[in-house]
């Protein structure tokens, strides 16, 4: 038998035959070029640094996520919800405006992290160009299926109309509004024709992140998660607390590397961050508070636990000052917090007897700013 050929392929960089990176094609394995340089990497417009060569590590705060999420893995099914159950079912536990609350912040959360994690999958992934920053975004994904989970395994476990919450994104006008807000930045980058590279198209993307780690991880959220510590600092429903308490220190650390990669851009392409896109990015920001203080008015009609829409207003603009500093904005409120007990909600270093629930001690990675 006569010996194999193995032809050697022909390395081209033409556009026909691109590097690993190019998100328009198929990869093309470049055999017997260089090695990679790691300076050439950058999380948007590096392909020449080749995708698939994790080894060695630009972005170290992309791979100190990937840990800290590794580390702080959880199941929804592992906290029990049986003082829930009990609870939801007595008629004089819960009063209607606190069942209100409730199915309001559900019907936000249930499909919140869906949207986070398709535009993780379908618009975002494909353009980086960092492979420690695609290990982690791999991670993200998963863990907004895990919230997701647990959405339906409280609406599950308190025999709500499941029905009726996971729709109330199309029904309820409050939620309606936020989530269309945050899905329209998706315009155009879910187009398969969009490509970073441009000025314009890198203002774009930096734009999608920026609404997506600032105003719907940052703000959105957190006036919710609020909303659930309230339930536990009065012992109630402290099953959906505890799985909200868990979501809450995910989605932080999500919203710090979405704020590291915002960060990180602008030093690799500092073009981008023009006084018009700060002002730009400012003016979305207040039409979040707004949004977000409307949602706000329609969870808390009368008021819960001495929580109204009002002293939500505040923390809100809290919130959103702090989210603008992060990214080298001046501050527009100077709201201070009215909710300093948030500080105890978001600390989950802590033990708890393995028999009640699973061991909590958490690592300190992801350390929580709200």
Same mark, same amino acid.
């Given at each position: 038998? &006569?010996?194999?050929?193995?032809?050697?392929?022909?390395?081209?960089?033409?556009?026909? =035959? +691109?590097?690993?990176?190019? +998100?328009?094609?198929?990869?093309? !394995?470049?055999?017997?070029?260089? /090695?990679?340089?790691? =300076?050439?990497?950058?999380?948007?417009?590096?392909?020449?640094?080749?995708?698939?060569?994790?080894?060695? *590590?630009?972005?170290?705060?992309?791979?100190?996520?990937? =840990?800290?999420?590794?580390? $702080?893995?959880?199941? &929804?099914?592992?906290?029990?919800?049986?003082?829930?159950?009990?609870?939801?079912?007595?008629?004089?536990?819960?009063?209607?405006?606190?069942?209100?609350?409730?199915?309001?912040?559900?019907?936000?959360?249930?499909?919140?992290?869906?949207?986070?994690?398709?535009?993780?999958?379908?618009?975002?992934?494909?353009? *980086?160009?960092? &492979?420690?920053?695609?290990?982690?975004?791999?991670?993200?994904?998963?863990?907004?299926?895990?919230?997701?989970?647990?959405?339906?395994?409280?609406?599950?476990?308190?025999?709500?109309?499941?029905?009726? *919450?996971?729709?109330?994104?199309?029904?309820?006008?409050?939620?309606?509004?936020?989530?269309? #807000?945050?899905?329209?930045?998706?315009?155009? !980058?879910?187009?398969?024709?969009?490509?970073?590279?441009?000025?314009?198209?890198?203002?774009?993307?930096?734009?999608?992140?920026?609404?997506?780690?600032? *105003?719907?991880?940052?703000?959105?959220?957190?006036?919710?998660?609020?909303?659930? #510590?309230?339930?536990?600092?009065?012992?109630?429903?402290?099953?959906?607390?505890?799985?909200?308490?868990?979501?809450?220190?995910?989605?932080?650390?999500?919203? $710090?590397? %979405?704020?590291?990669?915002?960060?990180?851009?602008?030093?690799?392409?500092?073009?981008?961050?023009? &006084?018009?896109?700060?002002? /730009?990015?400012?003016?979305?920001?207040?039409?979040?508070?707004?949004?977000?203080?409307?949602?706000?008015?329609?969870?808390?009609?009368?008021?819960?636990? %001495?929580?109204?829409?009002?002293? #939500?207003?505040?923390?809100?603009?809290?919130?959103?000052? /702090?989210?603008?500093?992060?990214?080298?904005?001046?501050?527009?409120? %100077?709201?201070?917090? +009215?909710?300093?007990?948030?500080?105890?909600?978001?600390?989950?270093?802590?033990?708890? $007897?393995? #028999?009640?629930?699973?061991?909590?001690?958490?690592?300190?990675?992801?350390?929580?700013?709200?």
């Amino acid at each position: 038998m &006569p010996p194999l050929n193995n032809p050697q392929p022909t390395v081209s960089t033409s556009a026909a =035959n +691109p590097p690993f990176g190019d +998100p328009g094609h198929r990869p093309i !394995i470049q055999r017997g070029a260089g /090695r990679v340089d790691v =300076n050439d990497r950058k999380i948007i417009n590096g392909g020449g640094a080749d995708v698939v060569q994790l080894w060695p *590590i630009k972005h170290k705060f992309a791979w100190d996520a990937y =840990n800290v999420g590794n580390a $702080n893995h959880w199941l &929804p099914t592992e906290i029990s919800m049986q003082s829930d159950i009990e609870q939801w079912r007595s008629p004089s536990v819960l009063t209607a405006d606190e069942r209100h609350a409730l199915r309001m912040v559900l019907g936000f959360f249930t499909t919140a992290d869906s949207i986070a994690a398709n535009n993780l999958v379908l618009a975002f992934y494909k353009h *980086i160009t960092s &492979p420690e920053t695609r290990l982690y975004l791999l991670r993200q994904a998963y863990e907004e299926a895990i919230h997701t989970q647990a959405y339906q395994y409280i609406v599950e476990s308190l025999g709500l109309d499941g029905t009726e *919450i996971f729709n109330m994104y199309r029904e309820v006008d409050a939620i309606y509004n936020k989530e269309e #807000f945050v899905l329209s930045f998706n315009e155009g !980058i879910f187009d398969p024709h969009f490509k970073t590279g441009t000025f314009e198209s890198d203002q774009k993307f930096l734009e999608n992140i920026c609404v997506f780690s600032l *105003i719907l991880e940052g703000i959105f959220f957190y006036s919710s998660f609020a909303v659930m #510590f309230g339930f536990q600092r009065q012992n109630k429903l402290v099953g959906s607390a505890e799985q909200i308490q868990y979501i809450m220190r995910d989605e932080s650390n999500h919203m $710090n590397f %979405g704020i590291d990669m915002i960060n990180t851009i602008k030093e690799e392409q500092p073009e981008l961050w023009t &006084p018009q896109f700060v002002e /730009r990015i400012t003016n979305l920001v207040k039409k979040a508070v707004v949004l977000e203080y409307q949602f706000a008015v329609d969870v808390f009609p009368k008021g819960i636990f %001495g929580l109204n829409a009002d002293g #939500f207003k505040q923390y809100i603009e809290h919130i959103a000052d /702090r989210r603008l500093a992060r990214v080298g904005i001046n501050p527009i409120y %100077g709201s201070a917090n +009215p909710f300093p007990w948030m500080s105890e909600a978001v600390d989950l270093s802590k033990e708890k $007897n393995f #028999f009640e629930t699973r061991v909590t001690e958490y690592k300190t990675g992801g350390t929580l700013d709200w």
